[in-house]
């Protein structure tokens, strides 16, 4: 049922005018809800799945948050969070290397793998470019976290991730001006 | 004032001391090795008359400049370049104007190089609608053939001011020889292959030997009169024009190596991750 909502929005979406954006506006705003609509219904899916997939707990798995807006550099739930875990499911059948950008509040993090490896992190400033995107408004990350996750086939790995007070060097960046 | 380099372990990226714009790229495995110039330009949209299909406005259907020449950014404008290093992502930071910049980035061990461009709100206050393009200029001799994914299956070859099956007129040769993009477009002459993968589906072409151009951002003030009633006008969330963001990835091999490059990065990026988080407080020990 929760997936039906995103079959029925991209089965309106395919009609042509969708398919090459020559709806009006309003109808593209609609089509925009039914989308997003759809998306949110199967994060709850996924949601579920990882309840069922995840190591036994004494408590009940806490739910997952989705970040739609990464590309603009936003995300409540690595901006509001000095500790959180990041759950990254890899659909192809074969082990892949991803490269991850997380919008967060601190300069300094402390990343570990679920073998419990530390992994290697850099802390990038957000560019005023960026910042100044109006659909940006409220997000408080003045800062990215960039790392590589290594993924099975068709399965997740679980990141566990922390601000840490101590300056590590390796982790900062630095920024010149060419002219 | 020197050019800088910035370089993985497989690919190297040249730019301009003076300009901070993109001067060469390499394959650091294969050799392979090209001078690459990229501009961010901008057609102005053909305003028509909504009566007469003749003198069509450039619109939702119809891409249709009003000139065969795109335009630089205001000359006067200083561009500004900023560069980040780090032991993970060296990234440069360009700036064309106040509303189109980028962010060139070479992950370590990455195999492409990614730009992040960012564009609009474009200004339409002159009373001209604006269509801006990024241009790859290369040097590649191409033959006037280059590749693109458009029917959304298959690699088509296409043939600048050619058509396969009937003989091509055309006053218009901008319009004439765009072509979508769904995932990637590239040209190459008999050794080297550059390709440019897309995040999502776009319009581009091949106007001149070793170019490629790829369209980004439109903001036009006319209907086209070809049924949708309205101008492709959206406003973002302030009420000026939408800003729009999005990635290429530029690739660069042997015509040889490219075909397993492109197929093979074509799957990490539409099939890629899926990225969700809990604000749990547990250890990875008590997690295991």
Redesign the interface.
């Given at each position: 049922l929760n997936i039906q909502v995103l079959k029925e929005a991209m089965g309106v979406a395919q009609h042509h005018?969708a398919v090459?954006?020559?709806?009006?506006?309003a109808v593209?705003y609609d089509y925009a809800m039914r989308l997003s609509r759809g998306n949110y219904e199967c994060?709850k899916v996924?949601?579920d799945a990882?309840k069922k997939l995840f190591?036994k707990?004494k408590e009940v798995?806490?739910?997952?948050?989705?970040?739609n807006l990464?590309?603009?550099s936003m995300?409540q739930?690595?901006e509001?969070?000095k500790?959180?875990?990041?759950?990254?499911?890899?659909?192809?059948g074969r082990a892949?290397?991803?490269?991850?950008r997380l919008p967060v509040i601190g300069k300094s993090y402390v990343i570990?793998?679920?073998n419990?490896k530390s992994v290697?992190?850099?802390v990038?400033?957000i560019?005023n470019?960026?910042k100044n995107?109006?659909?940006r408004?409220g997000s408080l990350a003045e800062n990215e976290l960039?790392?590589?996750?290594a993924?099975p086939p068709l399965g997740f790995s679980?990141f566990?991730i922390k601000m840490s007070q101590q300056s590590i060097k390796?982790?900062?960046?630095?920024?010149?001006?060419?002219? | 004032k020197a050019d800088i380099s910035i370089k993985n372990q497989h690919l190297s990226l040249m730019f301009d001391g003076n300009t901070g714009m993109l001067k060469s790229m390499k394959n650091l495995n294969s050799g392979a090795s090209i001078p690459l110039q990229q501009t961010f330009q901008y057609y102005i949209g053909h305003p028509g008359n909504s009566s007469v299909k003749r003198f069509q406005a450039s619109g939702a259907y119809v891409f249709r400049p009003l000139t065969s020449a795109s335009l630089d950014f205001q000359p006067t404008l200083k561009k500004k370049t900023l560069y980040v290093q780090g032991q993970l992502v060296q990234e440069i930071w360009q700036q064309f104007s106040p509303w189109v910049s980028q962010v060139v980035r070479l992950y370590d061990q990455a195999k492409y190089a990614e730009l992040e461009w960012t564009v609009g709100p474009i200004p339409v206050s002159d009373g001209k609608g604006k269509e801006v393009i990024t241009k790859y200029s290369t040097g590649l001799q191409t033959n006037g053939v280059f590749y693109t994914d458009a029917n959304g299956r298959e690699i088509l070859k296409r043939v600048r001011n050619h058509r396969a099956t009937w003989e091509l007129k055309t006053s218009e040769p901008v319009a004439a020889n765009y072509y979508p993009i769904n995932s990637r477009v590239y040209i190459n002459d008999n050794k080297t292959q550059f390709t440019v993968m897309t995040d999502r589906s776009q319009g581009g072409s091949s106007l001149q030997d070793g170019n490629i151009e790829v369209m980004l951002h439109r903001r036009l003030l006319y209907d086209d009169n070809l049924g949708v009633g309205e101008a492709l006008n959206e406003t973002g969330a302030d009420g000026k024009g939408l800003i729009a963001r999005g990635k290429h990835y530029l690739l660069l091999d042997t015509v040889q190596n490219s075909g397993a490059l492109h197929r093979e990065m074509g799957l990490r990026l539409y099939m890629a991750p899926s990225l969700s988080f809990t604000n749990s407080q547990m250890k990875q020990q008590e997690w295991s």
């Open positions: 005018d090459s954006g020559t709806e009006k506006q593209a994060q996924v949601n990882y190591p707990q798995p806490p739910n997952q948050m989705f970040c990464l590309n603009i995300c739930a690595t509001n969070n500790q959180f875990t990041m759950t990254v499911y890899n659909p192809l892949v290397s991803h490269w991850v570990t793998d679920p419990g290697p992190s850099q990038l400033p560019s470019v960026t995107i109006p659909e408004k960039v790392f590589q996750v993924l679980t566990f390796k982790q900062r960046s630095v920024v010149g001006q060419i002219d | -």
